[in-house]
């Protein structure tokens, strides 16, 4: 145990309960210093509510912290070996990034921080990235047999960390934290309610966007104010399954970091997209005479957060009814969505475009007229995010585009 003290620079893991990294700090040391770093490369493609729910965050996880984080701007690369040198920092603790950006921005910090220690402890994940492969040691491509070797594997039991678990340095210095409208909400209650009261259901109700059927805990896994190892353990059936898809994108953008930009199935680099900024910009609006996927594109742009389903549908209209690039729909998403995770984000758009892995049947296009007497049977969805669409000529015929987008898919796969 030394008497120097210790750096726990936080990311993508904005709690102290279940905290790897804290506990291999106090393993080190009694003290601690808390550090955030706002870092213009993640922030400048983020939208304002992406940016506000990060802020919330942030002031919640300063209140567990007793008013103790600091919270600098900066590149990281510059701001962390000279926060950690400030404070005679002997060991710089991190939850381990495995994302491209994250990968290389943690590499560059260890470097710069000399002879002082980076320490890489658990991740945002039950699994890490790379640590399941198939039977010939080669990487997952399909999503079930991931699954099974996922759940084989098994998670660690949380770590028995919280706010006392380390004796926290007053900052000196940092910027403040932008003020909030209101506070995060408390997400493990938040948890424990939809449990208790609507987990039982989800199978069946999960794909209705007019109901109040998922639990929205995506967006607190995407910054870490929970672990997924919280849900896991009250969860099976599908609930686990849809936690699997999430650990599966990770592990396949940890392997094929290109992906983030391209085609996962390099045969589509062939794929004819149009480049039509005004049907772009209808789709980005909310206004292609489409009411469900003018209803999902409003939510994304009023919340920052969109059904799952409405996300497939509204996606599905961009790349086989518009014919634009589906990178240009991931972009957008990712400016928008609070809960905007990379390999999520970018991998489901693929798998919509018939690209990626576990790829939708290139024949297969929503219909967004069916999808919402299926799944949105009474309206309520459209009439709670937009009212007056129905009132809006469509922009396009689904009919029509249908058959082209048949047309183009052939043509790659012949």
């Avoid at 994940?125 to 047999?145: E, H, L, S």
């Avoid at 049977?377 to 469509?394: E, L």
């Amino acid at each position: 145990m030394s008497s120097e003290p210790s750096l726990v620079w936080f990311r993508r893991d904005l709690r102290t309960s279940d905290h790897p990294a804290i506990l291999a700090a106090a393993e080190r040391s009694p003290r601690a210093l808390a550090l955030f770093v706002l870092d213009d490369r993640l922030l400048k493609p983020s939208g304002q509510p992406r940016i506000d729910f990060l802020h919330r965050c942030l002031h919640a996880l300063n209140d567990e912290l007793g008013g103790r984080l600091m919270v600098v701007h900066g590149d990281p690369v510059e701001v962390v070996p000279r926060v950690a040198a400030g404070i005679g920092a002997h060991s710089v603790h991190i939850s381990a990034d495995y994302a491209p950006y994250g990968r290389r921005r943690d590499e560059a910090v260890e470097e710069a921080l000399g002879d002082i220690e980076l320490v890489r402890s658990g991740s945002p994940y039950a699994v890490a990235p790379g640590r399941v492969f198939k039977q010939d040691g080669t990487p997952f491509k399909v999503f079930t047999p991931f699954r099974n070797a996922w759940l084989n594997h098994g998670w660690r039991e949380p770590a028995g960390t919280d706010a006392s678990t380390l004796d926290w340095i007053e900052p000196d210095g940092g910027v403040e934290i932008p003020a909030v409208r209101e506070k995060l909400p408390d997400a493990l209650a938040l948890w424990e309610k939809f449990r208790d009261e609507r987990l039982g259901d989800y199978d069946r109700t999960r794909d209705r966007p007019d109901l109040d059927a998922t639990s929205r805990m995506s967006a607190f896994l995407r910054w870490g104010v929970l672990h997924p190892r919280t849900l896991l353990q009250d969860c099976d059936g599908m609930y686990r399954s849809e936690l699997a898809w999430r650990e599966f994108y990770a592990d396949v953008l940890w392997h094929r970091p290109e992906t983030a930009r391209q085609n996962y199935d390099r045969k589509f680099d062939r794929m004819r997209h149009d480049e039509d900024q005004e049907l772009f910009e209808a789709w980005k609006q909310g206004r292609t005479g489409f009411p469900i996927v003018d209803a999902g594109m409003r939510q994304l742009l009023r919340e920052g957060f969109m059904h799952n389903r409405v996300r497939m549908i509204t996606a599905s209209f961009l790349v086989k009814d518009l014919h634009l690039p589906w990178w240009w729909g991931a972009r957008h998403f990712m400016e928008h969505l609070i809960d905007g995770d990379l390999a999520s984000n970018q991998h489901n758009w693929q798998w919509v475009a018939g690209c990626g892995t576990d790829a939708a049947p290139f024949f297969r296009v929503f219909n967004p007229v069916t999808q919402a007497r299926k799944f949105d049977p009474d309206g309520a969805y459209v009439r709670r995010y937009a009212p007056d669409s129905p009132d809006i000529p469509p922009i396009v015929d689904h009919a029509v585009e249908r058959l082209v987008a048949l047309d183009r898919y052939q043509a790659v796969k012949a």
